[in-house]
């Protein structure tokens, strides 16, 4: 229905996502006997709102790389478009969480129980700030040649930031070898790459993309190397969710 109805597909984008989500709670529930709903309706619908300015600020970066725009957009006035967009975008951090905590669901997961260990060390969170400011800063110089940054930075500065304040962190988890929250995240965020960018591809209104170096090769609209692109978001949406909602649930269960 989203790809026949040309025109309308921003009015459909939600309560498609919102299907999606339902569908995939309700998958994670019969696999484990909980899951996002049952746990917390309330956190279940707290992270429809964390996720809409997270994306925004996204949108905010884009308007200096220029790595995507939306054709089509023209159909509706000012406040229409802003008005469903951030309706829209409240469904990412949801749908990637979700699917997250599907593929955690999966016996294969529970070999990276005991990974490699990373030893979480005062000159180690300094140097991933560092090192993130300065791919941000990178970025917002030279847009054209360090746009692929966008995916890394935040991770990189807002990880030490979260260990500061006293919120979830990945290296929590990295030093007693426990990957497993970092590769469901990046499975789910990969899933959900995946159906963006079918359900996009012939839908309209749409978005496409520029990413200099990269446009060849396309899966649907978006290069193949750009879905790549989608385990550092799953990352960054971990962060962001973290730094922005004190008291978040913990991902412990994924």
């Known amino acids: 229905m989203n790809w026949t109805l040309k025109g309308v597909t921003e009015y459909l984008f939600f309560p498609l996502w919102l299907g999606y989500v339902l ?12 899951s996002m709903w049952t746990r917390s309706r309330k956190e279940f619908v707290l992270l429809f709102v964390a996720s809409s300015p997270v ?14 725009e939306y054709l089509g957009s023209n159909h509706f006035t000012t406040f229409e478009h802003y008005l469903l967009c951030t309706i829209s975008f409240s469904t990412v951090m949801p749908a990637v969480f979700e699917t997250a905590e599907l593929a955690g669901s999966f016996k294969w997961v529970e070999r990276f129980t005991f990974g490699p260990r990373v030893r979480e060390t005062a000159a180690l969170e300094a140097g991933f700030f560092l090192a993130g400011a300065g791919m941000l800063l990178l970025t917002l110089a030279w847009p054209k040649y360090c746009y692929p940054f ?28 426990d990957w497993r929250p970092i590769v469901s995240l990046s499975v789910g965020a990969l899933i959900c790459g995946f159906f963006w960018e079918m359900w996009n591809y012939y839908s309209w209104p749409k978005w496409i993309y520029h990413t200099p170096g990269a446009q060849f090769l396309h899966v649907f609209e978006m290069p193949l190397l750009g879905y790549g692109g989608y385990v550092p978001f799953a ?5 962001l969710r973290n730094l922005l909602w004190r008291g978040a649930p913990r991902v412990d269960h994924i």
């Open 23 to 34: 569908v995939v709670d309700a998958l994670v529930a019969a696999r484990t006997g909980s």
């Open 55 to 68: 994306w925004w600020m996204f949108e905010v970066i884009n308007d200096r790389t220029a790595n995507w």
């Open 150 to 177: 966008v995916w890394t930075s935040l991770v990189l500065i807002l990880e030490p930031l979260n260990r500061w304040l006293g919120r979830e962190h990945f290296m929590e988890y990295l030093e007693r070898g």
């Open 235 to 239: 990352l960054e949406l971990f962060v």
